[in-house]
């Protein structure tokens, strides 16, 4: 080999180990965020079946105070025939 050809060679083998270190690089880091994006997934799907549950109690609750409420519209027609009968009654009294 002459010198130019042996020059050429040491740098390529240097380019060579630059990118077989970038590469190793980049694929730590993929895999740390394929394992951040997992995490993250795992944490979704937690909260995702917490807030699941805590709706469910909220819907219960919900359907309990619907059952347990006043129904106002007989007591508002109750009130107005007594208010009527009570007018009737005093326009009778005269």
């Known amino acids: 080999m002459t010198v130019p050809e ?3 060679a040491v740098e390529l ?3 060579r180990g630059t990118v077989a270190t970038n590469f ?19 944490d979704v ?10 709706i ?7 359907e309990a105070l619907k059952r347990n409420r006043w129904p ?5 027609a109750l009130t107005g025939m007594a208010g009527a009968a009570t007018g009737v009654v005093a326009l009778f009294i005269r």
């Open 24 to 42: 190793a690089e980049v694929k730590g880091s993929l895999a740390v965020l394929v394992e951040q994006s997992q995490r993250t997934k795992e």
């Open 72 to 76: 106002l519209p007989a007591i508002g």
């Open 6 to 8: 042996a020059s050429v």
């Open 56 to 62: 469910g109690a909220l819907r219960t609750e919900v």
């Open 13 to 15: 083998e240097r380019l």
């Open 45 to 54: 799907d937690r909260l995702r079946a917490d807030t699941e549950k805590d």
